[in-house]
């Protein structure tokens, strides 16, 4: 089955610091790649949508020089959190369009997320 | 806009017995449905997709049905055990973007 990988699981820094988070499908191909960020109790909410070889497309209200997402490779996407502080602290979850050609119907491969906790 | 509701919010059943989870989708122009497990501080489990133009899925003891013209979807749990015990989200599928209810945390008690 198609497995989306994510690093690091956990990181742990002081405010101020940028962390950055990796996401990358380890078998197949994945034009699109997507971020999402859960608060303690709370549903999965879109932060990004994050094409190969383009600028991402940012979700209402999500600012884009804080939240830096770079899809280098059909493989790999990297969510920077610049100048972190502790209200950036959340459940960093990416996921990976299966890229068959198939439009919408294609399905979503989630990785297993990265806890972020910001001093 | 897609508005996802999942009704129940919590529940708590003994082992055993047959669940019904509810979701309830806004905007009917959806592509598939994709009910999630995630247990406590972990990432999300694919549990069944159903394309649009499908009516149910089934997986072991679970079964999701979808009426996309009403903007409902149903995953029923048949036989429920411990293990079961998580929290449970619906997805539904515009042209690109998956859109996530509010979940139902579901305990099974021994």
């Known amino acids: 089955g198609a497995v989306v990988s994510q690093h690091p699981s956990r990181v742990i820094c002081k405010s101020g610091t940028s962390v950055k988070i990796e996401c990358r499908s380890l078998d197949f191909q994945a034009t699109t790649m997507f971020w999402y960020r859960q608060f303690p109790k709370q549903s999965l909410m879109l932060m990004a949508t994050s094409n190969e070889g383009s600028k991402a497309t940012y979700e209402q209200g999500v600012e884009k020089d804080k939240f830096l997402i770079n899809h280098a490779s059909l493989t790999l996407s990297t969510l920077t959190v610049t100048s972190a502080h502790p209200e950036d602290s959340s459940f960093y979850i990416c996921s990976a369009d299966r890229d068959r050609g198939l439009g919408g119907t294609d399905t979503q491969y989630f990785g297993p997320g990265t806890r972020l906790t910001v001093l | 806009k897609q508005e996802v509701t999942q009704i129940p919010a919590a529940l708590s059943v003994p082992e055993g017995e047959n669940l019904v989870l509810n979701c309830s989708f806004t905007d009917s122009a959806i592509y598939n449905l994709q009910w999630f497990r995630q247990d406590p501080g972990k990432g999300l489990t694919s549990l069944l997709l159903?394309?649009?133009?499908?009516r149910e899925q089934t997986s072991g003891r679970l079964n999701a049905s979808l009426d996309k013209s009403s903007g409902r979807s149903t995953l029923y749990i048949a036989a429920s055990q411990p293990g079961d015990s998580a929290t449970y989200l619906c997805a539904p599928k515009g042209l690109w973007k998956l859109v996530f209810g509010t979940g139902t945390r579901l305990l099974v008690s021994p």
């Open positions: 159903i394309q649009s133009s499908q």
